[in-house]
């Protein structure tokens, strides 16, 4: 053995899941395969290469993937010391690259395994791919494998079902070490594996998994959403009002209840029998209902109605579907144009009511003229509370209840709401001190609670006058028409046949608050756009 031999460097496996080629038996000694491999790119550089001195084998790629150079540091160098052997003729279907030299053939031993063969038919095709080169097998030699070789198309062997032909070890070696270097590239397209598992070779193609069912896709059509009215649907508000009607009859009920537990105790009857909820009026009061009133009653409640509608429009709107402007008036939206009409008719209704009040004395009716007023309000409460009606004759005088709650419509929450509402208009002046001195703020936050106790007003009003006696408080407030004696216009009708027909106005009236409408109204005083 040459002291000068070195270490071959290993390279990727001859075949799929073998170990690196070629092995390292023996140090020093190079297999028989070793020196067929090194024979045959360079047969005339193996005898310097011999007497070369001793280095460091060159490090490579790694074998495995995050692992270290191959081969490792500090491997001592090899050479063969088997002497190259004359190349054998290659049967007559090979043919034999012409630019690289014969190599010589090195007898196998018995123990290697069979590598698969490429025929002279592949091997001579212009067609077949060239194959990748890489590092040299032996240091300062050249790429391997040469370049005048062919790739082979890799295929997969089937299992060995037959006996090794005896002239497979009499196979050219170039044959056998292009068929390797073809599957190496065919590997290394492949992900890595380890090195230690062996795969058995694929008898069939891989099928591909069969697609998972799929449900089939409904054709029915998605049932629409409910309109919404707000925060409900309609459905949900005629539950809700269903609902809200059993609550409000079991809670009064309970107030019932309650207040005739409370008129039983012996205190309060005396108190109801000193004061039993009125008073008498000055002897200058006059008697009777005019028919001013009973018309300037009717306009107020119609307008009530129109206002509080177009005000929930103005406060519910997001973007108007139309604006009205003039001359002397800044551009509103065309929700708003009504409310501020009807505010201003109201207002010029209110003030024709109370001149007329107080110029023809009627004011002492719905005015407080005593103090007993108050004890007289808490009895009337009381026997409304125990549904035992206080007796009364609203055609003469009004009960305490009643007196301080016209007091306080009229003086108190109408005026209210008049100087409130003009702050949110848009005709409140533009003068920065008095805005800070009423601050918007303040007017937004008494309007609203405002309009809602005309609204609680309203429907007390309306269910009382129908329940202590519906017949003669209509004929008092529609037909005008009473007397001091209380039961001689108890069956008259005029008064409920004027009373249904102001719901059908307003009724009318509610329905053509629509801006289509209100727009060819708003027509005849200014200009209307739909910006």
Known sequence: MSPASKSLRQGPPRIP???????????????????????????????????????????????????????????PASTATSAPKAQPSPPATMQKPTPDPTPAAVPEPAAEPARPEVSSAVAASPDSPVIRRGLPRVADGQPWPPSSFIAAPLTTPAPPTTAV????????????????????????????????????????????????????????????????????????????GVLGAFCALGMATAVVLVARGI???????????RYPGEYHLPESAPVGVPAWLAWNHFFNFFLMVLIIRSGLLVRHQKKPPAYWSSKRSPRISINLWPHLSLDL?????????????????????????????????????????TLDWPTENGWVNYNSLQQLAYFITVFLAAPLAAVTGFRLSAFWPKNPALGKRYPIEAARALHFPTMLYFVVFILVHVILVFSTGALRNLNHMYAAQGSADPTQYAGNWAGLLYFALSPLVITGAWIACKPVVLASIARFFGKVSSR
């Open 17 to 75: 899941g073998g170990d690196p080629w070629p092995p390292l038996q023996v140090q020093g000694t190079a297999a028989p395969e070793v020196a067929e491999v090194i024979a045959e790119p360079a047969p005339a550089a193996a005898a310097p290469a011999a007497a070369a001195p001793k280095q460091a084998p060159r490090q490579g790629l790694p074998r495995v993937a995050g692992a270290d150079p191959w081969p490792p540091s500090g491997t």
């Open 165 to 240: 032909p005896p002239d497979a070890e009499e196979a050219p070696a170039a044959a056998r070490v292009v068929a390797e270097p073809a599957a190496m590239t065919q590997q290394e397209a492949a992900p890595p594996v380890k090195p230690a598992a062996v795969q058995p070779p694929a008898t069939a193609p891989t099928q591909a998994p069969a697609p998972a069912p799929t449900t089939p896709t409904s054709t029915k059509p998605a049932k629409a959403e409910p309109k919404r009215h707000g925060p409900l649907t309609s459905k949900q508000w005629v539950l809700a």
């Open 263 to 273: 008129t039983s105790i012996e205190s309060v009857a005396a108190f109801i029998q």
């Open 345 to 385: 008719l109201w207002i010029i209704n209110g003030l024709v009511f109370i001149a007329v009040l107080f110029a023809s004395g009627h004011w002492m009716r719905i005015v407080p003229t005593s103090w007993e007023v108050f004890p007289n309000a808490l009895s009337a409460a009381l026997q409304y509370l």
